[in-house]
């Protein structure tokens, strides 16, 4: 079998409602695959008003708006239209990419038909319940999770810290990498602007520590806010840019008084700003792989970051910024202090992730993918 012969029914939680990197990686991937000839039929709740334009043919899934996060909906299963289609299509491959009701109910549908699948993992979706104070419920989203991805053929994600964790939690035997690629023309140091910095309110000497991302505490808003506060009281002197926008940014504000909000940006924008910046500091740890991260380091900036799956993969220690143990803001302040007063540290360091993110190709990560469907069916054809 060749990728020209690949029919892939891709499943999604969220295909293009939010800018987030699991959407940019799946939108990237779908490209790539009608790019090379395999046919693709996406299947993902949808909006009125997206995001952005999906790749691919898109079919809506029967869902409900989650409550109180509203730019999110809930896949509800396959009903009897998307069934149909899914008849009509004829898939030889199944790819579930959230964990839902829907991907449940697909691999039900491939197994019936001795169709393989395949489970790509985006989120350590066990560790949302500890930002909202029920850390009692991991236990059980990780059973769940296990009860959908042992079911499938395999899983792909996106870092070897994230493999061996799939591995701890016994959610399957066979797990490889699907890295995640960076695009060079938008993240890249050449794109600081001091004129927009000006413009924000941030002096040339000022050391702007960044937070990009979407702003939902299971983001890691609390560590970043109680990080900023112990910096206050040692009197380090920094600024605060936050790039992004979501429904607890109310509660940053107050948190991060001080901070410039740059809001949501993209494309361009989003390269100017992330370059714009001086550290970046990322204390989630719910990530797989951290493409805010990645992004961060082709952008020049030294890395602070969560000694947890996804950044741990990425950031050198000591080399290309500094990794830190989970939930400790006194750790984060340690380590984020010396880019702070140090110029020549930050800028050494910065200049060493930006060599290190020239390794991530989009099309060499994506032929992962492919080569991992191709190896299904050949286990399938035997």
């Known amino acids: 079998m060749d990728v020209t012969d690949l ?4 499943f999604s939680g969220n295909y293009n409602m939010t ?93 019936e038909r001795d169709i393989p699948v395949l489970a790509s993992v985006h989120t350590r979706f066990e560790t949302y319940p500890r930002y909202y104070r029920m850390s009692f419920l991991e236990p ?16 792909v994600t996106p870092s ?22 960076v695009d060079r023309s938008i993240f890249d140091p050449t794109k600081r602007d001091p004129q927009w910095r000006r413009e924000l309110g941030l002096e040339d000497g000022d050391v702007a520590i960044a937070f ?37 940014r109310g509660w940053f504000e107050k948190a991060l008084p001080d901070a410039i909000f740059a809001g ?38 030294p890395v602070v970051a969560a000694g947890a799956t996804g950044s741990a993969s990425l950031v050198t220690d000591g080399e290309t910024g500094a990794l830190v143990a989970a939930g400790s803001p006194e750790g984060f302040a340690d380590a984020i202090a010396p880019y702070c007063r140090d110029d020549a540290l930050r800028h050494a360091h910065g200049e060493a992730g930006e060599r290190a993110s020239r390794a991530y190709s989009w099309d060499a990560i994506n ?14 054809d035997r």
């Not at 399957?172 to 690629?181: L, N």
């Open 7 to 10: 029919r892939i029914a891709l």
């Open 19 to 111: 800018v987030d990197g699991a959407n940019k990686a799946l939108n990237r991937l779908a490209e790539y695959l009608m790019r090379r000839g395999a046919a693709l039929r996406v299947y993902s709740p949808t909006i009125d008003k997206p995001a952005f334009e999906p790749q691919g043919d898109l079919v809506s899934l029967p869902s409900v708006p989650i409550p109180g996060r509203s730019e999110y909906r809930i896949p509800l299963g396959l009903d009897a239209d998307t069934r149909e289609d899914l008849a009509a299509f004829a898939p030889n491959m199944v790819h579930i990419a959230s964990p839902d009701f829907s991907a449940r109910a697909a691999v039900r549908w491939a197994r």
């Open 140 to 155: 059980v989203v990780e059973a769940y999770l296990r009860g959908i991805y042992r079911k499938c053929d395999a899983l």
């Open 160 to 181: 070897q810290s994230m493999v061996d964790t799939l591995h701890d939690q016994r959610m399957h035997d066979d797990v490889t990498i699907w890295s995640r690629g």
């Open 212 to 248: 990009l991302g979407r702003l939902v505490m299971e983001k890691g808003l609390g560590m970043f806010a109680d990080t900023m506060a112990l910096l206050r009281e040692r009197g380090v002197a920094h600024k605060v840019l936050v790039i992004g926008d979501g429904p607890a």
């Open 264 to 301: 949501f940006q993209t494309g361009p924008d989003l390269g100017r700003a992330l370059a714009s910046a001086d550290i970046f500091f990322n204390p989630s740890v719910t990530e797989t792989f951290g493409n805010v991260t990645l992004e961060a380091m082709a952008s020049g900036l």
């Open 367 to 380: 032929q992962a993918v492919v080569d991992t469907y191709l190896r299904l069916h050949a286990r399938t």
